[in-house]
């Protein structure tokens, strides 16, 4: 039963990763470093050794913590390389300035701030092609477009998403989001 009641607590990416899975994600600051603590605690993730740094810090964490936030809590302190379009924390620059709103189990809400920095932008694309080129296939691809567009000024900028139906599932108690959504995607059979 989610206990929306009280305070909303606001913990780090680090923190619920520590204390979900003893895992300090920077002291694995590496690829390998994370493979391995990951392999040591004995945690079984698909698509373990093909998955960039950034997209095995994100499947660890929905795999060990996430499932485990029932009652509201704002998750804050999103690693720089989980969020490629988030702007750097003034205070410290391994994080972007971002939060997500967890709900049982559901992220349910997802906000930030901007990056409308080009040049930032293009590194970081790069670094997404990178992984991309080396197997991560939930990597996004580059959107040179939007680089270019930002070359022309981009004034700063934040917003929010809202998981609707996740709310929706909330309120009315389904534990499956396919039992909410009004027009879902039909895959073709072939």
């Given at each position: 039963?989610v206990?929306f ?10 923190d ?8 300090d ?5 590496t690829?390998?470093?994370?493979r ?10 698909d698509?373990f050794?093909k ?7 994100d499947?660890l964490?929905?795999?060990v ?6 009652n509201p809590t ?12 988030a702007?750097?924390n ?12 967890c ?5 349910v809400?997802?906000?930030y ?6 040049i930032?932008?293009?590194v ?6 990178h ?45 499956n ?14």
């Amino acid at each position: 039963m989610v206990d929306f009641s009280g305070k909303w607590p606001r913990r780090s990416i680090q923190d619920l990763l520590l204390e979900h899975s003893g895992i300090d994600i920077y002291t694995s600051d590496t690829l390998e470093k994370l493979r391995s603590s990951i392999t040591e605690k004995g945690i079984q993730i698909d698509g373990f050794l093909k998955h960039s740094h950034g997209t095995l810090i994100d499947k660890l964490y929905k795999k060990v913590a996430r499932p485990k936030l029932i009652n509201p809590t704002f998750v804050i302190h999103q690693p720089l390389m989980l969020s490629p379009l988030a702007r750097i924390n003034d205070d410290n620059p391994a994080i972007v300035d971002r939060f997500q709103l967890c709900i049982n189990g559901w992220e349910v809400t997802n906000a930030y701030s901007e990056l409308v920095d080009p040049i930032d932008q293009e590194v970081r694309f790069q670094n997404q092609s990178h992984a991309k080129d080396a197997g991560d296939d939930e990597v996004a691809m580059p959107d040179n477009d939007f680089v270019i567009a930002m070359e022309h000024g981009m004034p700063p900028q934040s917003g929010f998403g809202m998981g609707i139906d996740r709310l929706v599932a909330l309120l009315t108690g389904q534990p499956n989001l396919r039992d909410v959504v009004l027009f879902p995607l039909v895959k073709d059979k072939k």
